[in-house]
């Protein structure tokens, strides 16, 4: 596991867990629930915020926010498997 901030644009993962139980109900509401599918679209030149497609839409969260977002990443090689 590794926070969605570090994720690269074109990067995919699973949501796994919160680490800021502040920020928890306000993900929650937009979509970022433990099993969903996130996948980085937009990364901004000074690198926050990002923007991330998840339950399909998009939504741009600050990098504190994403760092508190624990993802499992998808690789190719899950990809294949799945």
Do not use: W
């Amino acid at each position: 596991m590794k926070p969605l901030s570090q994720l690269k644009i074109g990067d995919k993962g699973i949501i796994a867990e919160f680490k800021n139980d502040d920020l928890f109900i306000k993900l929650m509401e937009m979509g970022c629930v433990p099993g969903e599918i996130i996948k980085v679209e937009q990364i901004a030149p000074l690198g926050d915020p990002i923007s991330i497609s998840v339950a399909g839409y998009s939504l741009s969260l600050r990098l504190n926010e994403a760092s508190a977002i624990m993802i499992d990443p998808i690789t190719n090689e899950k990809k294949l498997h799945s």
